[in-house]
């Protein structure tokens, strides 16, 4: 049994055939979260240009916006913030963002600090510049 499968109505919809989170044993295994609101297209602090390609964006917005979505996911699967034990981040530009991201990412895990890894990617699925895969424990 590969185990169950989670999705938050709170958080978007995925961009593929997949759940938001599926839980193994005492883990929750959460898919890549982006900072997509639900039932929404548009990207908190992206400006897109006629080609849907990103003109501008604010790292900040979309930081906070998918640390929501995350917590959204966890607690809807019976999971919580403070039970995150492992997190990959997927910048598309370390250079610009990455002190932004680190400051608003150590807000966000003062109290909690799980094994972190970030990663500078080319580009993601949808025109964002950050997402989180998550391993929390329930």
């Known amino acids: 049994m590969n185990g169950e499968k989670f999705n938050s109505e709170r958080a978007p919809q995925a961009v593929g ?3 938001h989170a599926r839980k193994v044993g005492e883990f929750l295994f959460l ?3 982006g900072p997509r609101a639900a039932n929404q297209k548009n990207i908190p602090g992206v400006k897109l240009n006629d080609e849907g390609e ?3 964006y604010d790292i900040a917005k979309q930081c906070h916006s998918v640390f929501q979505n995350v917590r959204y996911i966890l ?3 019976g999971s919580s913030w403070d039970n995150i034990v492992d997190v990959q981040v997927f910048l598309t ?3 610009d963002d990455f002190k932004i991201y680190n400051k608003i990412y150590a807000e966000y895990f003062k109290e909690n600090q799980p094994c972190r890894t970030t990663i500078e990617i080319k580009s993601l699925p949808t025109p964002i510049a950050i997402e989180l895969k998550v391993i929390a424990t329930i």
Do not use: Q, T
């Open 17 to 19: 055939l997949y759940p």
């Open 31 to 33: 898919s890549g979260v």
């Open 54 to 56: 990103i003109e501008s």
């Open 75 to 77: 607690e809807d699967a």
């Open 93 to 95: 530009n370390m250079k």
